[in-house]
Each structure stands twice: as C-alpha cells, then as structure tokens.
C-alpha cells in the first residue's frame, strides 16, 4: 500500500512540476520525473504477480511477469532521449535569449514579432 | 573545480573495472541479470568518468569522438543487416536465423557496443559544449 | 486567472488519473506462462527479460535504438559545434 | 502478394538512412541524396506490388519474428494504412526535390527525413500499442530536430514547445498503455477492442470510481496521438509549421498530423468509440473555426498558412466524427487533397522567403513579375485550398459538406471556415498580386530570377537580414530546377486530384470497405488473423449512386461555392479597411503561454474522457 502511495506523490509532483513550474529546466526534469513515475508503476504490478526474478536458473517457476521489464526498457531510453535533446534546446534557447525562465522568453519572442 | 590527486587517483584506477564490469553485463546479458541496455550504460559511465575526472584530453588518448561515433552508426547498422538477414533467409524479419543462444548473444553485443557509444557522445558533445564557451 | 485555469485543471487530472491507476486489481494470468514453457527452448536465454526485448520484441529494441541514434545526432545537430 | 514484406515499408527507409549516416562518419562518400531517393523508388515499387491485393479489400497481418500473435508485435497492412503510405511517399518526393535545390543541407538532414519517413510508416503499420508507443517517439524525435535545423530562435522555441508537448502526451499514451496491459496482459488491438467492450459498459456493480479505468485509458491513449495530429492543444502547430525549414513545414503539415490521425481513425472505427467521435465532430468544426479567425490576422506568411493547417484539419475531424458515408470518404479524401495543396504553398511561398528573406506581407508584396511561374504555382494551391470546382479541394469538401447534412451546426461552423479561407486566401496573394514592394520600399522594374540560370552560379544561404533588393546575394544566382519540379508535381497532383475525383471517390470507398476489423473474437495466444472483413461501419456498400453527377453537375455545389467566394471576399475588404487593421492588431495580442498549451493538453483529455463516459 506504501507503494501505491509514493507513487501516487510521484505522479503528483512531476505534474506540477511541469504545468506550474516557470523555469524551463525544471519542467523537462518534471517530464523526466513523470516518465520514470510511469515506468516504476509498470514494473511494480508487473512484481505482483511472482516472488522471483523472471531467470530460470534453478527450477523456480514463481517469477515476476518480464514484459513489464522488457517494455520498460525501451521507455527509459526513450526518456533519456528526450530529456537529452530538450536539453540541447534549452541550452540553444539560454544561448539566444539569455534566460532559461519561460516568461522572460515569452516576453522578448513577443516584443520581437511587433 | 580545483583537482585534487583524489580524484585522478580513483578515477585512474576504478575505471578500468567499471568498463570491465560494463563488457561483462553486456557479454553475460542472456546468462545473468543484466543485457544491452544495462552493459552500455555501465560502459558509458566508466568513460564518462573519464571525461568529467580526468578532462576530454585524457579520454582522446584512448577513444577519439570519431571512433564512437563509427561505433554507433555501425551498430545501428548491424542491426538492421540482421533484421534483413532473417527476411532474406525467407524466414521474416527479425527472426533468428542462427542456432537459438547464438542469435541473441551477438544482438546483446550489438545493442550494448550502441547504447555505450550513444549516451557517451551525448554527453560527450553537452560537456564539449560547456568547455568551449567557458 | 492562468493559475487558477491550470491548477483545477491540474487537480482534476490528477485525481482522476490516481483513481484510475491505483486501483488494487487482482493479477490474472499473463503470457509469462507461455515464456516460462518455452522462452529458454525458444531463444536460448535464461534471463527472459533479454529473451523478451532481444528475440520476442526485437522490433522495439529496433525502434529504440532508433531513438536512440536519432537523439544523439539530434543533440550534435542543435548543440554540436561546426567543425 | 504473401505478407512478409510489409515490414519492408519500415526498413527501406531505415536502411536507408543509415546509409545516409554513413556519409557523417565518413563525408568523402556522397551517399545521402541518392540513399533518399532509391528509397523513395523502391518503397513506391513495394506500394505497387501490394496495392492489387489492397484493391480488393485484402488485409496483410504479420507477427515481425514468427512468433505466435500475442506474443511477438504484430504488423498490418490495410486499406487505411496503404492510403496513408501512398500520401507519405507522394509528398516524400516534392519535399525531397525542393530540399535538394535549397541547398545548404547536410547528411544528417536526410538522414532525419528518412527516419521520419520510416516511423509514419511504422505507425501507420503497428498493431500492437508499445510499438505504436516506440515509432510515435521515432517520428517525434525526427519533427523536433528537424523544426529547429536552422537553428533560428524562433524556430527553436518552436522545437521546444511542441516536443514538451508532445513528449507529455506521449508519457500520457504510456499510462494508457500500462492501464490497458494491467487489465489484460496483452497488448495488441484485437485484445485492446474486447477489453473496451466489456470496460466500457460497467455490467458488475464494482466500486464507485473502479469503472473509471477504462475510458482513462481510452482517453490517455487519444490523447497521446491527439497531440501530434494537433486536435488537442492545437497551439503549438501555428509556430512549429511556422518557424520550420520549408520543406520540412510542408511535409509536417501535408502527412505527419494526417498519418497520426489516420492511427485514431483506426483505433476509434476498430473500439466503436462514438463518443469520441462526437468529440472529433464538435472539435473539428471548432477548430476550422478558430483556425481561419486566427489566420486571418496574421501577417507572417507562413504562420498565416499554418493557422490554415489547422482550419483544415478541422474539416478532416468533422467529416470523420460525423461517420456518414460521404462525409468519411470526404475526410479521407481531403486528407488527401489537403496534403497535396498545402505542401504546395507551403513549398511556393517559402521559395518567395528564401529568395527575398521577408516573410511579412507588411514588407513584401506583388511578386508576380520577378516570379511569375511561382505565381501560377500558388494560385494552384490556393484555388484548390478554397474549393473552387476543377480542383481537388472542391472533390473533398463537397463530400464533407453533402455527408454533414444533418449536423446543421458543424454544417454552418464550416461553412463560416470556407468564407473565412477565401478572405485570408486573397489576403495572402497580396504577396504575388499586390503593387510591387520589397522590404517596405516599392521595387518597379526590378532584376527577375531566371528559374533556370546559368551552371557554376554559387549555392548562397539566404540569410534572414534584409538589405536592398538588386544586391540580394540569393536572389538570382541559384538554380532552382528540381525544386520547382517538386511543385509542380504537386500541382499536377492538384489538378488531377480534382479533374478524376469521380475515380478517386470510387477508390477511397472500395479502400475503406477494405478496413480490417477482427470480427472473429481473439484468444491471448491463437487469435486468427484479421481476414479481409468489413468495418461495420460500412456494412452496405456506398450508395453514392452517380458521383459524377454529384461532383460536376451539382447545381447546389455550385451555388454554395459562389456565395462562399462572393462573401469571402466581403470579409476580405473589411479586413483590409483601416477597422480591420485595429481588430488585426487587438487579436495579435492575444496569446496562449506555453503553460496554458500545457493545461489545454490536460483539459482536452479531460473533456475526452467526458465525452467517452457519456457514449456507454
């Protein structure tokens, strides 16, 4: 039951995370917080079903569900990646703009286009 | 950051394990817990040790950017080339053609060779990038 | 009134989604199964997590590297610097 | 035709951007360009070998690997997914021609269009939702790079937008994702359509909020592709189709958001969701809306065309949530012709940005004498965008309009659009009819381009300054040849689009018959293959009885598309006057801060999932 309920905070606070936050950055940690808050709840009930790990090395045949893991191996990748180019953005964006916080950016984009 | 001898010390010596640590994951990845991803991740980290202890010049000596970017590019191609080796022996794509362990002991190699060379030049290029304008 | 718009709509999502996911559901039988019988016959691999994402669904380890390779060139195309 | 190959469409362009790949590693091989064209040949070729089989409503299902079908990912091709594979290669080769006359593009360019060619056509393919999860992300990695390639700051800020955006829509698809394999461990569609017929319907008396899951799920799902084909927040496509490299705008707007939609089409026909369609007909018919409001106000060229990408979208989610027959085959079919003439101004108005570096009407204008075949060029496209009758716009919208009969509010929501799309149209040619201006200064009797001037002539990247017209370094010292052949093939596909729409109906209705829906009920391991069965949707047959007669000598066609341009142009001179211009200016202030793009995401799948829960 604990699990449940630090997942669901972490669901909570990487949402916020990206809606409220005004720092660029935070948000794409916010996004990657969200991203890793999925894959833990995937392998999670994916745990429930088995004590063991899904390697049949003895003649254990109680072992957790390995599609959860296998998938979410991908899915962390895929985060990573993300996180990785949002980064190269931000870091384009800070070079021209000068600042990673969204209105300030928001406010010259603005100012540009009269 | 000031260096202190602390850190070239352990940098200098652990990181040799770690990318020992790395092949092993990668190369006993369908035996033992472990695989692809995990191997390529602990490859990346003992270089990336390296590079942030030690400063790019250290890491040249030994792995040039180009080198694994090669690396990379080539793993990708490997992959596809063995995807299309199992639809040009009429049996589909991506299915294994080779006796059943030996397929997925070179496609572990493959992944964990990609993985390591990519998160590598990632933070390879991000770090470059801080130096120069420095 | 931004604030406001996004933090209702925050909470409501939020509450939404926790209700929907946290649900204690009784595990049914999954293809593990079938991995179980013949995951090692099949591939050759004790650690059926690499059976799975190196044989079963090799296709989305292919797609993954994709991504992969194509976040990497993405990163030297933004931020690498012209030679 | 057996159905190995068609995971071929995937792999051919992979491969070949791999090969493309090879020239960054090692750039004395110049492989990329002709990479990206034997793909182009080869993938049409594949095309063709399957498109008999299509024709007659056979579906291709493969599991990649042989594994048994729940167990390994599952591939299909059917009609659908052909329709969309044709429209990605038809586009492919205009994008791909101008990108080469562009100039300035290296070996990783390709090698990101490429990629994006493989992942539409692995979305479009997948069976099996993590894998449509996996090539979504492939395609999405490929729009962000490729929308901020220039590195301009405000096609970077557009980047940024649209991949937190998309990045958090995707996340959401994953947590549908989850919801959907913790309830039945599966994760193909044939597993995805039983578990949302017993989901939907609440049938035990479970917890109050334990019957939520499923439509969450639902929801989730939408939502996560909804991003990308912008019927969500569709705030972020004005800016990234805006500030992205020519031909990369023109290939988002005319196949990425319809190859997207064309994944919802399937999930909402194979899961019988009508409430999401209820959904996409309301939003649809909105958004056309509010789309054409927003580009009339615009005075940046291309964002003003992207405003129009999203109208039009509208008329796609409008002609397919109503589900009538006409109005499907008329999504479909404007889908279609959509991609054709948007790619078209798309690549005709950027060709005037990248010879003059201005992209504001305010600063230039009356182009037609220094490019008069690009004016040709353009009326095509904006002819056809307006529905005027020999032009495939005029096909579509017909279809969507007669299918909308009975849904009197989408009907006028539309109507309104169309007037709309004929005011700023005639806006917009200001740039080629309007008097002569360059830059703010008027230019009489300036140096004309020739399309195809002298060899050797040096390949100078136009640079966004603005400096006096005769020493424009770009102007007139590059040859354009294959990027005007890029247009004006899609201009060819323009007229022929419109000229055989009595032929191109007949097969849009034969192919959707086609749509595989698995009638027969799928067990975990042994489920059978999809065979060719009909979509219940469209159980009888067309009953267009005599589409030519309906296309040409429709009396009440005519008529609707007289008054349309008549009051088009009504709101045209209104628009111009000096109230006009103070509306212009009030509305230009109006803008939606990225937070809000985000909470907008969130609400739409909120009001998804209202709309959902209402339909069971």
């Known amino acids: ?114 | ?134 | 009134m931004n604030r406001v718009f996004q933090g209702a709509v925050l909470l409501l999502f939020s509450f939404l989604l926790l209700a929907s996911v946290l649900v204690e559901k009784e595990p049914k039988e999954y293809p593990k199964t079938y991995f179980l019988e013949r995951g090692t016959h099949e591939t050759g691999a004790v650690n059926l997590v690499t059976a799975l994402y190196l044989a079963y669904r090799a296709y989305d380890t292919l797609g993954e590297t994709i991504v992969l390779i194509g976040a990497v060139t993405g990163v030297l195309v933004l931020v690498g610097r012209e030679k | ?616």
């Open chain 4, 1 to 616: 035709m057996t159905s190995d190959a068609i995971l071929l469409f995937t792999v051919i362009p992979l491969f070949s951007s791999f090969v493309a790949l090879i020239e960054k590693a090692i750039p004395s091989l110049k492989v990329a360009k002709p990479a990206s064209l034997a793909s182009f040949f080869l993938s049409v070729l594949l095309l063709g070998l399957y498109g008999g089989g299509i024709y007659e409503g056979a579906v291709y299902s493969k599991v990649v690997g042989g594994w048994p079908r729940g167990i390994g990912i599952g591939q299909e091709l059917d009609g659908i997914a052909w329709v969309a594979l044709a429209l990605v290669y038809l586009i492919y080769l205009p994008v791909l021609l101008y990108s080469f006359s562009e100039g300035g593009y290296d070996s990783r360019y390709y090698f990101f269009l490429l990629l994006l060619q493989g992942g539409m056509a692995g979305i479009v393919l997948a069976y099996d939702v993590f894998n449509l999860f996996v090539f979504l992300e492939i395609t999405g990695i490929a729009a962000y790079v490729l929308i901020g390639y220039q590195k301009k700051d405000r096609a970077l800020f557009a980047g940024f937008k649209y991949l937190m955006l998309s990045s958090l829509g995707i996340t959401l698809f994953l947590i549908g994702v989850f919801l959907f394999y913790r309830d039945t461990g599966s994760l193909t569609y044939t597993e995805l359509r039983t578990w949302v017929q017993e989901g939907m319907v609440p049938s035990k008396p479970i917890t109050a909020l334990a019957w939520i899951s499923t439509p969450f799920a639902l929801a989730t799902l939408l939502a996560g592709i909804g991003v990308r084909t912008a019927f969500l927040p569709y705030t972020w496509l004005p800016d990234a189709h805006g500030f992205a490299p020519h031909p990369i705008s023109a290939s988002l707007s005319g196949v990425v958001i319809k190859v997207s939609f064309l994944v919802v089409w399937k999930l909402i026909v194979l899961l019988e969701l009508s409430g999401a369609r209820q959904f996409l007909l309301w939003m649809g018919s909105a958004i056309a809306l509010i789309g054409v409001l927003r580009a009339l106000t615009q005075t940046d060229v291309k964002v003003l065309l992207a405003w129009h990408s999203v109208s039009q979208m509208g008329y796609i989610f409008a002609g397919f949530g109503a589900g009538t027959e006409t109005a499907t085959v008329g999504a479909l079919y404007h889908m279609v012709s959509h991609a054709f003439f948007k790619a078209l101004l798309f690549l005709s108005v950027g060709t005037v940005i990248l010879f003059t570096g201005e992209r504001s009407l305010k600063r230039v204008a009356g182009m037609r004498r220094m490019f008069p075949y690009l004016t040709v060029l353009f009326a095509v496209g904006a002819l056809s965008i307006m529905g005027v009758p020999p032009f495939v716009g005029y096909v579509s919208k017909s279809l969507i309009f007669d299918g909308l009969q009975d849904y009197p509010i989408p009907y006028w929501l539309l109507f309104a659009a169309s007037v709309g799309t004929v005011a700023s149209f005639t806006k917009l040619s200001l740039l080629f009819r309007g008097s002569p201006m360059l830059e703010g200064k008027s230019t009489e009797g300036s140096v004309r381009p020739r399309g195809s001037s002298q060899k050797g002539s040096s390949m100078v990247e136009s640079t966004e300054t603005t400096s006096g017209l005769d020493t424009h370094p770009a102007l007139h010292s590059r040859p354009f040849r294959s990027g005007y052949l890029g247009m004006s093939l899609l201009a060819l596909f323009c007229v022929l689009g419109g000229l055989l729409g009595t032929y191109g109906i007949q097969f849009f209705s034969t192919i959707l018959r086609g749509t595989s829906i698995p009638v027969v009920p799928a067990t975990l391991y042994g489920s059978a293959p999809p065979n060719g069965s009909i979509a219940p949707a469209f159980q009888e047959s067309l009953k267009l009885t005599n589409m030519a007669a309906f296309l040409w000598l429709n009396g009440k066609e005519y008529l609707k598309t007289i008054a349309t341009l008549l009051l088009g142009y009504g709101v045209y001179r209104f628009i111009v006057s000096k109230r006009g211009k103070e509306l212009q200016a009030w509305a230009n202030r109006l803008r939606i801060s990225f937070d809000n793009q985000l909470g907008l995401l969130l609400a739409g799948v909120l009001l998804l999932l209202v709309f959902l829960t209402l339909q069971s």
């Open chain 1, 1 to 114: 039951m604990i699990a449940l309920l630090l997942i669901a905070l972490l669901f909570l606070v990487s949402l916020v995370g990206i809606i409220l936050s005004k720092n660029l950055i935070r948000k794409v940690m916010a996004l990657n917080m969200l991203n890793s808050a999925v894959i833990i709840l995937f392998i999670f009930f994916g745990s429930l079903k088995g004590t063991h790990a899904p390697i049949l090395v003895g003649d254990e045949t109680d072992i957790v569900d390995p599609v959860p893991q296998a998938l979410m191996l991908t899915a962390i990748v895929v985060g990573i990646c993300v996180t990785a180019l949002a980064l190269g953005f931000i870091y384009k964006l800070y070079e021209r703009y000068g600042t990673t916080e969204l209105q300030e950016i928001e406010q010259q984009v603005h100012r540009n286009d009269q």
């Open chain 2, 1 to 134: 950051m000031k260096k202190t001898n602390i850190l070239d010390v352990v940098s200098r010596k652990l990181s040799p394990f770690i990318l020992l640590f790395g092949v092993y994951l990668v190369t006993f990845g369908h035996i033992s817990p472990g695989g692809g991803f995990q191997g390529g991740v602990a490859l990346a980290s003992g270089l990336l040790l390296i590079l942030l202890a030690q400063g790019p010049a250290v890491l040249k000596r030994t792995f040039s950017l180009e080198g694994i970017s090669l690396v990379e590019v080539f793993g990708y191609g490997l992959f596809l080339l063995a995807g299309l080796a199992g639809f040009l022996w009429g049996v589909g794509f991506l299915s294994p053609i080779l006796l059943p362990p030996r397929t997925i002991f070179i496609l572990n190699i493959v992944i964990g060779a990609k993985v390591g060379a990519g998160i590598t030049l990632i933070c390879w290029h991000l770090f470059l990038e801080g130096e120069d304008s420095e």
